[in-house]
């Protein structure tokens, strides 16, 4: 079966420094998404991202934020500067259409110190 | 603003009873509802989703019930074994053209008893 794919499982950074958490999407999906899960609570949405661009953002994803499929088949998440607050699951999900349940990768675990 | 949230919290049975896990949500202009399993250190993994022109739909052991009148949503389990323990979240996303996020409960934790 189809897996969505991310990388690394598990990333601890320093305060202030820039993280990119990785994702290899289904390939015929066309819908790609990041959420986060802080601990214990429930998933946000971060953002869409749909022909190279762009769909919806959360309030969450602010400018300290970004995302870019700088080719084919990988999908990034690049927090420039990185909080405390942002120590969470970071999920990558795809899918074939908006109206479609999403496949979700197995996350990342961010840790900021 | 308006969210999807769940009735209980935790929820135990014993293995091979049916669980019935509910979900109410706020938003009148969700059209499209979908419940999630997730097992420890995992992402969220598809179980079964439902459209809001259906009241029912069913899968393998699990069946998926819609009540738009009173916005309310379920996920019923057969014969629930111990693999199903997990917490279970409901998500729902608004039927705008430009909506494309899943707004999610806060999840479900249901322990099945050997």
């Known amino acids: 079966e189809p897996e969505v794919t991310q990388t690394p499982s598990h990333q601890v950074t320093q305060m202030g420094q820039e993280v990119i958490l990785r994702c290899v999407p289904i390939?015929?999906?066309?819908?790609f998404y990041w959420y986060r899960q802080i601990l214990g609570q429930k998933v946000e949405f971060l953002v869409s991202?749909?022909?190279?661009?762009?769909?919806?953002k959360s309030e969450i994803f602010d400018d300290q934020f970004s995302v870019e499929r700088p080719d084919g088949s990988n999908f990034t998440l690049k927090i420039r500067s990185t909080k405390l607050e942002d120590s969470a699951m970071y999920f990558c999900?795809?899918?074939?259409?908006?109206?479609?349940?999403?496949?979700f990768g197995s996350g990342t675990r961010l840790t900021v110190v | 603003g308006e969210s999807v949230g769940l009735h209980l919290p935790t929820l135990s049975v014993q293995e091979g009873d049916n669980s019935i896990i509910n979900c109410a949500y706020s938003?009148?202009?969700?059209?499209?509802f979908i419940w999630y399993k997730q097992e420890s250190g995992k992402g969220p993994q598809f179980i079964i989703d439902?459209?809001?022109?259906?009241d029912k739909r069913q899968g393998q052991r699990v069946t998926v019930l819609l009540n738009k009148t009173v916005k309310h949503l379920s996920l019923q389990i057969a014969a629930t074994q111990p693999g199903d323990s997990a917490v279970y979240f409901c998500?729902?996303?608004?039927?705008?053209?430009?909506?494309?996020?899943?707004?999610f409960g806060k999840g479900t934790k249901l322990s099945v008893i050997p």
């Open positions: 999900a795809s899918g074939r259409g908006t109206n479609y349940g999403y496949t």
């Open positions: 390939s015929n999906h066309l819908y």
């Open positions: 991202f749909y022909n190279n661009e762009i769909s919806e």
């Open positions: 938003n009148s202009a969700s059209d499209y």
């Open positions: 439902i459209r809001s022109n259906m």
């Open positions: 998500a729902e996303k608004d039927s705008g053209a430009g909506s494309y996020q899943l707004t």
